[in-house]
């Protein structure tokens, strides 16, 4: 991670939005969401751990061919 954690983790709340609407198009890896995202995919590991920790995203089937989980936006 290039970035000091704390200055990821308190973005989390700027890319949740983001990330969100990524996902209301359908499940997808943490992968595709960075890609997608225009961030770096350990960045938005953290975030989707965050997200899924406080109820906004989960597991929607996995892992793929290559090892990752496909995640989803969860109706709040």
């Known amino acids: 991670m290039n970035r000091d954690i ?14 969100l609407r990524l996902l209301a198009q359908g499940p997808l890896t943490v992968p ?12 938005v590991m953290v975030w989707v751990m965050t997200m899924q920790r406080y109820g906004y995203v989960k597991v929607g089937h996995g ?14």
């Open 63 to 76: 892992p793929d061919a290559e090892g990752y989980f496909h995640y989803e936006a969860v109706t709040r």
């Open 32 to 43: 595709e969401l960075a890609g997608a995202g225009g961030a770096p995919m350990d960045e």
């Open 6 to 19: 704390r200055e990821v983790v308190r973005e989390e709340r700027l890319m949740r939005d983001r990330l």
